[in-house]
């Protein structure tokens, strides 16, 4: 008799070095297509921090489009790809410890009987200790392509801003926000993984290969995520900037830890400061995560 596969998981059998490759393609896809929009994100969350006053970041452009025009007009189109490759060197091997993570612990929560059956507690699990241990490994190239994405016409490379990082600094530059990303990842983990099954469980109950399915639930899943954790994510890119030579406003300056970044947000902006560039965040995050869940399940296809 043969063996039915669900078709939502990996088999079985999968060889860890396909798990690894599925994953690393989905993860490159993501970030790479989307990084503009993210970097217009990073400049909106940090534009007054560079500057000194919410003043003067008030005068500047606020919309999605007058910072690319502004951008492009003063820095050049490549401006908004700065920091691109430092993202593209981590998610790789991230996203495959991330979703080879995901596959291992479902595998081992899930009995193989259950597998066709709606399972969002174990599934919100498995998609918690993907994160904890992709963010692990990602978080150092955020935090180098976060401080890329600040600097303005040309700036360092990858491995000169990386090197400055630690001279300056020291290791723990890297990690700064680490508790902070791992704070919003698990309940956008959480919420990204039960999400995208249920939904697919509900548009394709026959766990069938459908890229449309695919590509809308992923869709769904990262807008939704993306707006619950807006505040975590400007609380992050504080801490992950707070060195960088852009950054003039003390309070921003000192904001080495989650509850003094906080209150630098909320002094210099108030509370609208906690959901600062949450437009470009959804843009950005809802096809991210499509491309990523529909490469993924692209990739699984024709790997399995």
């Given at each position: 008799m ?14 860890l070095?396909q798990q690894?490759a ?13 990084f ?10 940090a ?5 000194g ?14 910072q690319?025009?502004?951008i492009s007009?003063t820095?050049g189109?490549?401006?908004?790809w700065k ?15 991330y979703?080879?993570?995901?596959e ?8 193989p ?8 507690l ?7 200790a ?8 990602m978080?150092?190239?955020?935090t ?7 600097q303005?016409r040309?700036?360092d490379?990858m ?41 697919t ?15 809308l ?9 993306a707006?619950?954790?807006m505040?975590l ?13 852009s ?5 921003f ?12 947000i909320f002094k ?9 560039g949450?437009?470009?965040?959804i843009?950005s ?9 529909t ?10």
């Amino acid at each position: 008799m043969t063996e039915e596969i669900d078709y939502e998981s990996l088999p079985a059998n999968a060889p860890l070095g396909q798990q690894l490759a599925a994953g690393a393609f989905a993860g490159i896809m993501e970030h790479s297509i989307m990084f503009p929009i993210d970097a217009i994100k990073t400049r909106m969350q940090a534009i007054s921090a560079g500057l000194g006053t919410a003043g003067t970041a008030a005068r500047l452009p606020v919309t999605m489009l007058q910072q690319i025009s502004r951008i492009s007009t003063t820095e050049g189109s490549l401006a908004l790809w700065k920091g691109v490759q430092s993202v593209i060197l981590g998610a790789g091997p991230a996203h495959a410890v991330y979703f080879a993570t995901y596959e291992m612990c479902k595998g081992y929560l899930i009995d193989p009987q259950d597998f066709q059956t709606h399972q969002p507690l174990k599934t919100a699990l498995s998609g918690v200790a993907a994160t904890i241990a992709a963010d692990a490994l990602m978080n150092p190239f955020d935090t180098i392509k976060q401080r890329m994405q600040l600097q303005s016409r040309g700036g360092d490379k990858m491995w000169a801003t990386a090197t400055r990082m630690y001279r300056n600094e020291g290791l723990s530059s890297f990690f700064y926000s680490y508790p902070t990303t791992i704070a919003m990842n698990i309940p956008f983990a959480a919420f990204n993984f039960v999400i995208y099954e249920s939904s697919t469980k509900l548009l394709n109950p026959v766990n069938s290969y459908n890229p449309l399915v695919h590509c809308l639930c992923g869709g769904l899943s990262g807008a939704t995520c993306a707006a619950i954790t807006m505040p975590l994510d400007c609380i992050k890119t504080v801490l992950q900037v707070r060195g960088s030579e852009s950054v003039v406003h003390p309070l921003f300056k000192q904001a080495d830890t989650f509850s003094k970044a906080a209150r630098a947000i909320f002094k210099v902006y108030g509370w609208s400061g906690f959901w600062r560039g949450l437009k470009p965040r959804i843009i950005s995050n809802m096809p991210a995560t499509a491309i990523s869940w529909t490469a993924y399940e692209c990739a699984k296809h024709f790997l399995f």
